[in-house]
Structures are given as C-alpha cells and as structure tokens.
C-alpha cells in the first residue's frame, strides 16, 4: 500500500515542469505523512475494538475527533451509554493547567524522546495527541492522549535530544538523560541502538527508533550485565559498543 502511494506520488510529482528535487521530497514526504497519520488512525480505532469499552472509544475520539472512524466511535460510545463529545483540544484540564512556552517544551521533550508532535507551536492538535499517547502507552498509563500535573511535570522534567532543545539561552541539561541527549542520535542511530540491544538479547520491544520504557529497560539490562550503572541512558561510549558489529 505505502509503494503503490509513494510510486502515485513520484509519478504525479514528475508529470510537473520543472521538478525540483526538494519538491519531489515534499510531495512524497507528504504522502508518507498522510499514510501514517491514516494507519495510526486505523490502530487506534482497532485497539478500541478490541476493548469494546466506552472508555475506549472515548480515548479514540480524543486523539483522532476528525478521524475515518469517529462517526463509528460515537455510534458506539451511543450505544454504550455514554457521551459523544470529545473534550475541547486545548482545555484548561487538558493541559494540566500550562502555560504556552511549557505546551512548547512538552512538545519539544516528546521529540526529543522520538515521538513526534508534527510541530512545536503549543497546540496540542492531533499529532500532539498522539505522541502523548504513544508515551504514556510506553510507561503503562492510560493512553487518554492528554496530560495529567504528574505526566506533564515527568516529561518536562526529562531532556529534548540536541536538535529539539530550547536556545542556548536556557541552562543546560545534566546527568544520565542530558548526556544521552547531548549525542543528538538521529531516528537510524536509535534503531541500530536498538538492534545491538536485540542481537545481544535485551528486548527493546520494537526496533522503531523510540527510547520507549522497553528500551530504557533493555539499555539498563545490557549495562548491568556489563558491569556498568544501569541508569537506561547511553554515554557515547556505550552508544559506540552497541552499534560496533
């Protein structure tokens, strides 16, 4: 399905005179964009199938209220009792009552930790949503796709990688987490972290580039049966023995 897209995309995109190579990127980066977006949309809806719950179908609605399935998710939520409206995107509640720089951090830390926000501008639209959901999914929350006090003060307390930290203008992060983000690993470095970890047998749960909490778990893991402090974050070092074949 994404290469009968991406080949409808390159094929459209070359019918244009002229064509730019940047331009061609953005036309099937978009596409790859919007497969995504719509595969996500799909699981969620799947996963609150497979519960069958109110509570589930509400979930759904809060990450994707414009969703392919929304009218199907609040037919069901109907029939289960319960109420169809979606809270508001941008509630007081919703963002556990912070300011617009703290949305903009939030949504900068959630890159940082590879989740992706679409953006960090301080709206917590659907892409916003969906990182959160994806992270509290990792540390075995609820996954409501909005923040609580306590969930927005861990991930504000956590460290953005290098190219999602606020300006030099702010103090610089320290410990285990800052110099792990001071490497700057790019999605590929993660995944090859992650792979290292698999083929010496420490379950990442998934090799997609997320430092979730399987992969946390599987770095602490290696480093105690290395004889090193088992903090889950990589030194460079560490980083350079786990991608070394």
Not at 45 to 66: C, E, H, I, K, V
Not at 102 to 121: E, F, H
Not at 127 to 156: F, P, S, V
Request: glycine share 12%; aromatic share 6%.
């Amino acid at each position: 399905m994404v290469r009968t897209m991406l080949s409808a995309a390159f094929a459209a995109a070359v019918t244009l005179t002229p064509v730019h190579a940047q331009d061609l990127g953005d036309i099937v980066g978009g596409v790859a964009r919007q497969y995504l977006e719509q595969e996500q949309d799909r699981a969620a809806f799947a996963r609150a199938q497979g519960t069958d719950t109110r509570a589930a179908y509400q979930s759904y609605l809060r990450q994707f209220p414009n969703g392919a399935y929304a009218a199907q998710a609040r037919d069901r939520v109907q029939q289960l009792g319960g109420t169809t409206t979606a809270p508001a995107v941008q509630s007081q509640g919703d963002t556990a009552g912070l300011s617009r720089q703290q949305r903009v951090q939030v949504q900068r830390q959630l890159n940082g930790l590879g989740y992706s926000t679409n953006g960090a501008d301080g709206n917590f639209g659907p892409g916003t949503r969906r990182a959160i959901a994806l992270w509290q999914r990792d540390r075995n929350y609820a996954q409501t796709g909005t923040l609580n006090a306590a969930q927005a003060n861990e991930i504000l307390q956590g460290t953005a990688t290098a190219a999602t930290r606020p300006a030099a203008t702010t103090t610089p992060s320290v410990g285990p987490a800052g110099n792990e983000a001071d490497l700057g690993l790019s999605l590929q470095q993660r995944r090859a972290v992650q792979a290292g970890l698999t083929q010496r047998g420490f379950d990442t749960r998934g090799v997609d580039g997320v430092f979730g909490q399987g992969t946390r778990n599987a770095i602490a893991s290696w480093q105690r049966a290395n004889d090193l402090e088992a903090t889950g974050y990589l030194t460079a070092a560490q980083y350079d023995r786990l991608v070394a074949r």
